[in-house]
C-alpha cells in the first residue's frame, strides 16, 4: 500500500473523513450541552476535564480533516485513478468537517465563561 497510488489515497481520504466526524460530532454536543442561551455563553466548571476534552477533540477533527482534504483534493481528477468518488467524498466530507471544528473553536474561544 503506497501512498504515492491515487486509488490508494482516495482510500485514505475518504477514511479519514469518516473518521474526523466523530471528533466532530463529540466537539458539537459538548458546545450545545454546555451552551446557556440566558447568558450567551459556554460555560464549564474549572475542576472538570470538559476543556481539555473538547480541545482534543478539535485537534484530533482538525487533523484528520485536513489529511483528508489534501489526499482527496490531490486525488481527485487524476486519470490513473480508478475510485474518484471516494477523492471526492474525501475532500468534500474533510472540508466540512475542518469548518464545523474551525467554527466551533472560535465559538469555544469567543463564548466560554468558567464558572467556579
Known sequence: MSLRRYDVQATC???LALVSVAPVAVAVGLVFR?????????????????????????????LTS????????NSAGQRRNEKQARSWIGFLVGGMC???????????A?????VA
Do not use: H, K, W
Not at 485536513?66 to 483534493?73: D, M, P, R, S, W
Open 98 to 108: 475542518l469548518t464545523v471544528a474551525v467554527v466551533v473553536a472560535i465559538a469555544v
Open 66 to 73: 485536513v489529511f483528508a482534504a489534501i489526499l482527496g483534493f
Open 13 to 15: 481520504a475518504t477514511v
Open 110 to 114: 469567543v463564548l466560554r465563561m468558567q
Open 34 to 62: 454546555n451552551y446557556r442561551s440566558g447568558l450567551g455563553a459556554i460555560t464549564y466548571r474549572e475542576d472538570t476535564l470538559y476543556l481539555p476534552v473538547l480541545l482534543a477533540c478539535l485537534a484530533v477533527a482538525v
